[in-house]
């Protein structure tokens, strides 16, 4: 899979299928599953760590498992997340994060937010690696959001995603992931921009989807101090195993319904 690949794809109105992917038995298995986009996610600080965050992650951990899913998946394209810490401070420091990640096996980084991120994903392009932007509800800020709730409802907010999504977008960005935002506003973004648009949470008419594997299989992701009977998985989540007994299926099944639009649902979406 390629970048070119991807644009002529979107082109041609085929919806692009992205999981999150930490290891190399899922990475070989979602290759083989016709995942278009393995997202190495700081997701992991959670599913994997058992943390309530993603505040914890490391560079150290990121490139540990870029390393693994690319082994699995050698013709895959791979994303991996920048983790807090790793960008936000000087631009410097995240050219250099970010090489260490493409040199980990990543083809993409991707990292949170608008605003002075412009600049960072600017100076990153720049030196020839590919940025993937991400807005709406950014996990790495969640103390400063207040907890996990959509973004873009209020005109004002709505106004300064599309305003971030446009300038991320002429800074050069190949895509972004838009995560909780509401449909309507996620289609007027993809309408205006350059950039591929991935959702989650935002509706079916972005140009690709984007799940947690964990949630697809119905594995509880939550707080290890909670029952899982005592989680709500957000809305946007579908579990893909209910259906059948493979795990292989149930991944193939992600794919073809995003493929074929009828996920995300408009019960998924805000
Ligand atoms: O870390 C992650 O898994 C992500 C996706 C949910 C978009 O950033
Ligand atoms: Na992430």
Redesign the pocket.
């Known amino acids: 899979m390629t970048l070119p690949k991807l644009n002529e794809m979107a082109a041609n109105g085929e919806k692009i299928a ?1 999981l ?1 992917c930490y290891d190399a038995t899922f990475a070989k298995l979602m290759a083989y599953a016709g995942v278009d986009i393995l ?7 959670m ?1 994997l760590q058992g943390a309530e965050n ?1 505040l914890n992650v490391s560079m150290h951990h990121m490139t540990y498992h870029t390393k693994s899913v690319a082994a699995g998946a050698p013709n895959s394209l791979i994303i991996a ?1 920048m983790p807090v810490g790793s960008y936000e401070h000087d631009n410097e420091a995240a050219y250099k994060n970010a090489e260490w990640l493409i040199r980990s096996g990543a083809q993409m980084v ?1 990292f ?1 937010g608008g605003g002075d991120r412009i600049e960072t994903a600017r100076y990153l392009i720049e030196r020839g690696i590919p940025v993937c932007a ?1 807005l709406g509800f950014t ?1 790495q800020s969640v103390n400063q959001l207040g907890g996990y709730k959509i973004q873009g409802k209020t005109e004002e907010s709505a106004h300064q995603i599309m305003q971030d999504a446009i300038d991320m977008s002429n800074a050069g960005v190949s895509m972004m ?1 838009l ?1 909780m935002v509401p449909a309507t506003l996620a289609k007027q973004i993809t309408d205006s921009i350059k950039a591929l648009t ?1 959702g ?1 949470g935002a509706g079916v008419d972005c140009d690709g989807q ?3 594997i964990q949630d697809v299989l119905g594995i509880y992701n939550g707080v290890a101090s909670k029952h899982p009977s005592e989680f709500k998985a957000p809305r946007f989540v579908k579990n893909f195993l209910s259906d059948t007994n493979s795990v292989q299926q149930a991944v193939s099944n992600y794919v073809k319904a995003v493929k074929d639009k009828t996920f995300p649902a408009p019960e998924h979406s805000y």
């Open positions: 992205m999150t997202l190495v996610g700081d997701s992991l600080g599913v993603t997340d991707k949170e991400h996990p992931v995560e991935i989650i984007v799940l947690v």
